[in-house]
């Protein structure tokens, strides 16, 4: 079975975007296996004319997949436990058709990282403080370092929180 890489812009960001590009590759053939790191992975197959759909649920329980699966909706894959996708045929009905739904799938996504965010954002500045020392050159090092990993943290938990506030308030401002 053949497989492909597809890369992703960010769920936080172009969540709709990425949903989209995966149906079109349904219709080609592609279809989502899992996710990979920033991205995806698609298993050749039959072109299906199918739409995707997104959710976020941390731990969820049987009964979670069963009020998709009722839905019309099949669970194809999640990472990290919390972000799960489905896959329906067109007539399917929407997993979020309103408002007060559609705002509480990003809340948590959104409290979750903007935590995440604050706490690495604190750990920035206190390492950034400790370089006004004069440190032995190991030590400086380390600092660097450490810096650095704090740095990409912040960076994979700042934009999706980011990413996931406005998705939220423009929902809000819709209803």
């Known amino acids: 079975m053949r497989q492909k890489y597809m890369s992703s812009w960010g769920l936080a960001f172009a969540e709709e975007r990425e949903m989209r590009k995966l149906e079109r590759m349904a219709a080609k053939g592609w279809h989502l296996k899992q996710f990979a790191p920033l991205g995806y992975t698609l298993v050749e197959g039959e072109p299906e004319d199918v739409q995707y759909s997104l959710d976020y649920r941390t731990r969820p329980d049987e009964d979670y997949f069963d009020l998709f699966a009722s839905s019309g909706w099949q669970h194809v894959t999640s990472t ?21 739904t559609a705002e509480e799938k990003y809340h948590d996504m959104e409290r979750q990282m903007g935590r995440a965010a604050l706490i690495l954002g604190i750990l920035w500045i206190a390492l950034f403080s400790l370089f006004q020392f004069d440190w032995p050159i190991i030590v400086e090092t380390i600092l660097i370092g450490v810096q650095l990993l ?8 700042g934009l999706p929180y980011i990413g996931y506030r406005f998705k939220r308030k423009r929902i809000s401002r819709q209803g």
Do not use: C, M
Request: charged residues 30%; negative net charge.
């Open 80 to 100: 990290g436990d919390e972000i799960h996708i489905f896959k329906g045929n067109r007539d399917a009905k929407p997993i979020y058709s309103d408002v007060e």
């Open 150 to 157: 704090v740095t990409i943290g912040l960076v994979f938990t």
